[in-house]
């Protein structure tokens, strides 16, 4: 039995990807005390994502899920943690996109049609310098309303105030060092009344929410250097091209259900490569490969929630091929039901799924 005075109501955070990140600047807002404990290990994915925010996606051009609100938290969130961190964090840019056949031209002008869309097409398309870098296409739209989040650079920035704070544990949590007490739960030597697992794709080994319908899915991207052409959009074009300054750029990426281990895979770097030739009338040199693995669920919701049996245990989880724009709103709602027991939005409940991992009917 843990003595209750030794629990202070701490809680522990396993995992500071973009999901424990945000959720730790939450918690320690509203003046919580908190532990984190985490290890890069391969794999995690906040550090190598482009961290686009689009509101159209797929070659459908599908509306995003709840696009207006998350936009919303984000931008928000973003800006304060700029003022935080001291760093830029959030830029508001526009994706071009190419449409390769007669087909997407013409599912561009239908879908651009939609009430919900409209505000997301813009009128015309302004390639500006990508006219001479990337080849031509059957036709081209623009979307307007989209950003790019500094991922890398807020977890890497806040990993340091956490350090500097005496926050963060550098250590890979271990399992049979937790206790599970009425009052609470112990870890190696200390109480915490809560642990929360934002644990990324890496839950698949976590013996009380692995029982989730988890579908992880891993991508591979490269970092290019193509010198001499200023531009500052989005390009889609079969790959997506992320201008990061300097003569950067972010090429990706690949989506793999079915793969074996973290590191990234000379097949994917072959396709990303020639794919890059293809649609560059530019010479460029690759400066990284890398690899990370999407924490994706089933429904495609994010995972949120008390273990049915052990309310010690937290999860905030399943970000998904979106933690940029996914993780503000749903980090400060874990914050706000895990001080306040408010609740949890029904669609990112873990209390969707029955224990065996299926549906709740
Ligand atoms: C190629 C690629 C491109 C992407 N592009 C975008 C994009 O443009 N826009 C977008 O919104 N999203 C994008 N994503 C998705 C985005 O990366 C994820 O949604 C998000 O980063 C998930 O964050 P997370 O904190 O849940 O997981 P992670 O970032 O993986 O963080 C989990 C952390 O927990 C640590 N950890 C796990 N287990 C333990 C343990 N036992 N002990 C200690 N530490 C542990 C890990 O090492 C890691 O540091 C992309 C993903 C990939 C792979």
């Avoid at 700029?82 to 190419?98: H, T, Y």
């Avoid at 990284?288 to 049915?308: F, W, Y």
Wanted: glycine residues 6%; hydrophobic residues 40%; contains cysteine.
């Amino acid at each position: 039995m843990i003595p209750a005075e030794q629990n202070n109501g701490e809680f522990l955070i396993v995992g500071q990807g973009i999901a424990g990140s945000l959720l730790a600047y939450f918690l320690l807002k509203k003046n919580h005390p908190i532990k984190v404990i985490d290890k890069r290990l391969p794999g995690a994915t906040s550090d190598i994502a482009a961290g686009i925010v689009n509101p159209i996606t797929g070659r459908r051009l599908v509306k995003s899920w709840r696009f207006e609100e998350l936009f919303a938290h984000a931008k928000k969130t973003y800006s304060d943690l700029e003022a935080f961190l001291d760093i830029p964090i959030f830029k508001e840019k526009n994706i071009l996109r190419a449409l390769p056949s007669v087909f997407d031209e013409n599912e561009w002008e239908r879908r651009s049609s939609f009430p919900e869309n409209r505000p997301y097409f813009c009128k015309t398309a302004e390639l500006g310098n990508y006219f001479n870098l990337t080849t031509p296409a059957h036709a081209w739209g623009e979307l307007s309303g989209a950003a790019k989040v500094d991922l890398p650079a807020l977890t890497a920035k806040f990993r340091s105030y956490l350090f500097e704070n005496e926050i963060l544990i550098e250590e890979e949590f271990d399992f049979e060092k937790m206790k599970i007490d009425k009052s609470g739960v112990r870890y190696n030597s200390f109480s915490y009344n809560k642990i929360i697992f934002c644990e990324g794709a890496r839950v698949v080994d976590n013996p009380y929410f692995n029982y989730l319908p988890h579908s992880p899915s891993k991508g591979e991207l490269l970092l290019v250097k193509i010198p001499n052409v200023e531009v500052d959009k989005i390009l889609k074009n079969q790959l997506y091209l992320v201008p990061l300054g300097n003569d950067l750029y972010w090429v990706g990426s690949t989506n793999s259900f079915n793969f074996q281990g973290y590191a990234p895979t000379i097949a994917m770097r072959e396709y990303l490569e020639s794919t890059l030739r293809n649609i560059l009338q530019v010479p460029f040199e690759i400066i990284k490969h890398n690899a990370g693995i999407r924490p994706t669920v089933a429904d495609k919701r994010p995972l949120l929630g008390n273990h049915p049996q052990h309310p010690q245990l937290v999860i905030f989880n399943g970000l998904g091929t979106k933690g940029a724009s996914l993780g503000p709103m749903f980090a400060e709602q874990m914050a706000d039901n895990l001080l306040n027991e408010t609740e949890i939005d029904k669609e990112a409940d873990i209390d969707r799924f029955e224990e065996n991992g299926s549906r709740k009917k």
